[in-house]
């Protein structure tokens, strides 16, 4: 575990603009009649590839919005998890394009470069993948979570509801994107008081529930008495101690009713 010695305060009217996966989907389908393709129409296959286990939060998220529209007969929609590191993922990916999928999905955080070397190789597939860099032409898009707006509005609770003066936020790897929300995060939770301490624990892992709760429970032990849970496993600490917790892309609020109050919430579905 690292702490971050500063966060830079975020400018929040410099937002991404989130690239949504489901106008991507909508322009492979079509118009349909009542929620389903024409039984004449082609139903575009879909694979995605999650670097991580397919229970972390931001694969829940996109695996939802395709299960449902694999429900509404839209697409066909297979995918492989658990797929760390760029050897794995771009094995997967190859691998996959002997079939000929429509389009592929793909967690480029680790394996943004081979993943796009793929995409410039296989022009007729479709390439969507998550990523905080560019689009590539003719045939890659990328989304984004971007969750600034929500997290500054959860650390203007946070800064509110401390009575330690102490705020914890665990957090994943030091990328953009998240820095991105624990910047605004923490400008919310400095706009409500101007004398509040926020302690960050960078994980080094994008799942790892185990040592979320671990660096959450250092920080409670250090005097936080509410926990950004950025990552999965935080809220898990948090409850075992009694503490207020936000959770982070999905409603996470039954893993602990008692503790988490709120959180921003990622929605892919069209």
């Known amino acids: ?17 989130l690239l949504g996966l489901a106008a991507l989907v909508a322009a492979l389908t079509g118009p349909a009649t009542g929620g389903a393709l024409a039984a004449d129409a082609k139903v575009p296959v879909v694979v995605a590839f999650y670097a991580t286990p397919l229970e972390e939060p931001w694969n829940m998220v996109i ?10 007969g839209k697409i066909r929609y297979t995918w492989k998890d658990n797929l760390a590191g760029v050897a794995p993922m771009a094995a997967a990916i190859t691998a996959s394009l002997a079939t000929k999928p429509d389009m592929i ?19 007729g597939i479709k390439f969507v993948i998550g990523t905080a860099t560019e689009t590539q032409a003719p045939n890659m898009s990328i989304f984004d979570s ?3 707006e929500p997290a500054y509005l959860c650390g203007i609770l946070a800064g509110s509801l401390t009575k330690s ?36 624990t960078f ?6 529930p185990p040592k979320a709760k671990a660096a959450a429970l250092a920080q409670i032990t250090a005097g936080a008495d509410v926990i950004y849970a950025e990552r999965e496993g935080a809220i898990a600490g948090a409850k075992e101690k009694g503490v207020f917790a936000f959770g982070n892309l999905v ?10 109050i709120t959180g921003p919430v990622w929605n892919m579905t069209p």
């Open 165 to 200: 003066g102490v705020v914890g936020v665990v957090c994943g790897k030091a990328e953009p994107h998240v820095n991105r929300t624990i910047n605004a995060f923490i400008a919310g939770a400095h706009d409500a008081s101007a004398t509040v301490k926020v302690k960050v």
């Open 63 to 72: 695996h939802t919005a395709m299960e449902m529209e694999q429900r509404a």
């Open 146 to 148: 971007d969750l600034a």
């Open 203 to 208: 994980i080094d892992a994008w799942y790892d």
């Open 251 to 260: 409603d996470q609020f039954e893993e602990a009713p008692e503790c988490v």
């Open 105 to 123: 999905v793909a967690d480029a955080a680790d394996g943004d470069r081979e993943i796009r070397a793929l995409a410039a190789a296989n022009p």
């Open 1 to 17: 575990m690292r702490f971050a010695a500063s966060v830079r305060r975020p400018s929040l009217s410099d937002r991404r603009r």
